[in-house]
């Protein structure tokens, strides 16, 4: 039988092509949600944010949270992603 380290939940796509991701990872008596940014047209993903499920007392304000930081998290993947690899080329 297959032993499965993480488990895509759930993918949304938002505004301009970015999409975030929300994965499942077991971690001793509990379960680490993981949450990475990316946008269409490049492969790097960066990681948003870690939360342990059990703190998590509703997934409505998982997505909530994601909601109200979004434009924070898109900020920073344009920061740490598409002005490097933009710097990068321009070289």
Known sequence: MLD???????????????????HELPADKDTVVEVWIYQKD???KI??????KSNISNPTKLYKHIEDNMREYIDT??????????DENEE
């Open 42 to 44: 490049y492969t790097t």
């Open 4 to 22: 499965v380290k993480q488990r895509t939940i759930q993918v949304i796509e938002v505004e301009d092509g970015y999409i975030f991701e929300i």
């Open 77 to 86: 993947y344009k920061e740490e992603v598409i002005e490097e690899i933009t």
């Open 47 to 52: 990681h948003v944010f870690s939360i342990m």
